[in-house]
């Protein structure tokens, strides 16, 4: 770590240094900083307000070895540990996949449906929770909702009862290690949210480095189109889901027709919705129940 050679250097020349470092990556200046802040345990805005403080060796130590990490293209939020969500901090590792701003699409939609029902039970189940932001959010957004998760990996959902306990929300989660394929799930519910895996599996290696060398193959593989998840979930939900429920799905950007084939070749859905996201892609399909 050439950086740490001669005498000592302040918090700015630091950071100029990481963001020469790390040119190749999407946001250099940006990772620099949420690096810096956590090798030193300060906020971001206190750490722009002392732009002239020394780093002891051991803090030093610490920045650049975050930054050689993140050279090697590994996530910001795998190194720190934490990432933030819906203005919320939540627990991440290898073993979950990194939350994206885009889900918070997902969980507004979720939230705007159930808005005019806040004093009954919402009864909800969360398909594939992963880091269990999901089933998080929402029994923080509703709190009369019971809410049951589930994940296929045990070590998922370690962190997703990590973070719900965080949350002061895991009394009413339940959450069950089952595959999204294969458990019977228990009914009836108001609402079904689920954001599965949806890369076409020869699509994994043509990700950045940060998500197919880093995040788990199991929460990004959507089979050899993407849709296989999609194609069990919708029938299933129909079934287990009250009069006019709501089914939620995440989507890849370009799989909006195709999810919406589905739904309607059911004809168990009605009310059928695109929402697409924060830069105007195809970002979640919302539909209700036809009685059965």
Known sequence: MEVLAGTKM??????????????EVASPR?????????????????LMAYPERFLNRIEAEKFCSSIERRVLREPVSHIT??????????????KVLTPRPETEILVAQCLKAFAKIPSSPVKILDLGTGSGILAIVLAKELSQSLVT???????SLEVARENALRHAVAERINFVSASLLETDWQ????????????IE?????????????????QA?????????????????????????????????????????????????????????????????????????
């Not at 990772?31 to 906020?43: F, G, K, N, W, Y």
């Open 187 to 198: 009914r009836p519910y108001h609402l079904i949210v689920s954001n599965p895996p949806y």
């Open 81 to 94: 540990g934490i990432q933030e969500f819906w203005s919320l901090e939540f627990a991440v590792n290898d």
């Open 201 to 217: 599996s020869e699509n994994l290696s043509k990700c950045m480095p940060e998500v197919w060398q880093y995040e788990p193959t």
């Open 220 to 292: 990004l593989d959507g089979g050899r189109d993407g849709l296989d998840y999609y194609r069990f979930i919708v029938p299933m939900a129909w079934e287990k889901l009250e009069e006019n429920g709501l089914l939620a799905l995440e989507i890849g950007h370009t799989q909006a027709e195709a999810v919406v084939a589905l739904m309607e070749s059911s004809k168990r859905y009605k009310g059928i919705q695109v929402v697409q996201d924060y830069s105007g892609y195809d970002r979640v399909v919302l539909a209700r129940t036809v009685n059965g």
């Open 30 to 46: 940006l990772d620099a900083e949420v690096l810096m802040a956590h090798s030193l345990d300060i906020s971001r805005t206190v």
């Open 10 to 23: 302040t918090l700015s020349s630091y950071l100029e240094w990481a963001q020469h470092k790390l040119a």
């Open 149 to 155: 998760a589930i994940d296929n990996s045990a070590q």
